[in-house]
């Protein structure tokens, strides 16, 4: 879709930048999504040449204008789960940035899943300089972040440990190429037990267990963490199957990790 209230596309762009009417511009595939008149510039972050991937002692950090493309081809079978979510063509995937999907915000974004599955970190830059914020915490309802004025997302790190773990994906849609409508990722490792819950609810919840829990640990730990009225009601799916499927895939996920 053309953003025609657009004047100017800035190239590269830089923090200092920012006014209002601005926005980043990564693969664009979001922001180009809907009509969007209030913007009058696009601060272009694709010429930045940020590397997609770096692997370090700690882990690996994922630049945000790090294509899905890019990211699938990085080895990691969890990460390569994520991006098969996106059940895009190879024309999006080639464009559009893990950046991109965790800014959009939706409930659905695989990049949010995989970020808070395995404990990632978010680098945020802006007027005031740096900061930190777990994945998790990221995203604060459907389609809003933590972000503030003229703040952009740099990176993301996944700690190394959490990249060696065992994981199990499990993902619902009504049917086969449909949007995620419960994507649920349970990660096993020496830190014990982990069970992350996107797409079904409007914000990640991730679930923490010291040891491998039985079943009936794992749904009573989903009643009482995650509200009824957390569950996203839309064309994808009812709140009640939404939280049907997310307690199937957990004990499923439960099942496999246990074996």
């Known amino acids: 879709m053309d953003l025609n209230t ?3 596309v800035i190239s590269p762009a830089e923090v200092g930048q920012w006014r209002p009417g601005d926005a980043w511009l990564g693969g664009g595939t979001f922001l180009f999504g ?3 008149p209030h913007l009058t510039r696009l601060l272009d972050l694709t010429a930045a040449g940020w590397p997609a991937l770096t692997v370090r002692d700690d882990g690996l950090e994922i630049a945000a204008t790090c294509t899905i493309a890019e990211l699938a081809g990085s080895g990691y079978e969890i990460a390569r789960q994520c991006c098969d979510a996106f059940l895009a063509s190879f024309k999006v995937w080639n464009v559009a940035t893990v950046g991109g999907n965790l800014c959009a915000a939706l ?3 695989p990049m949010i899943a995989l970020g808070a599955a395995l404990g990632g970190t978010c680098l945020l830059i ?3 300089g740096e900061r930190r914020v777990p994945v998790a915490e990221f995203v604060t309802g459907d ?3 933590v972000l503030g004025e003229g703040e952009l997302l740099r990176s993301v790190h996944l700690p190394a440990g959490a990249l060696r773990a065992r994981t199990a994906l499990r993902q619902s849609s009504l ?7 419960a994507l649920v990722i349970g990660r096993l490792d020496d830190d014990g037990f982990t069970l992350t819950v996107t797409a079904s609810t409007r914000t990640p919840y991730v679930l923490r267990f010291s040891v491998l829990p039985s079943s009936e640990m794992v749904q009573v730990a989903l009643a009482e963490r995650i509200p009824d009225e957390a569950y996203v009601d ?5 709140p009640a199957w939404r939280r049907h499927m997310t307690r199937l895939s957990a004990e499923r996920i439960r099942r496999e990790l246990s074996a």
Not at 234 to 238: F, I, K, P, R, T
């Open 234 to 238: 839309d064309v994808h799916g009812s």
């Open 6 to 8: 657009v004047a100017e």
């Open 143 to 145: 389609g809003t972040t």
């Open 126 to 128: 802006g007027p005031d």
């Open 175 to 181: 049917h086969p190429y449909g949007r995620s409508a």
């Open 34 to 36: 809907e009509p969007r």
């Open 107 to 109: 409930p659905a974004g």
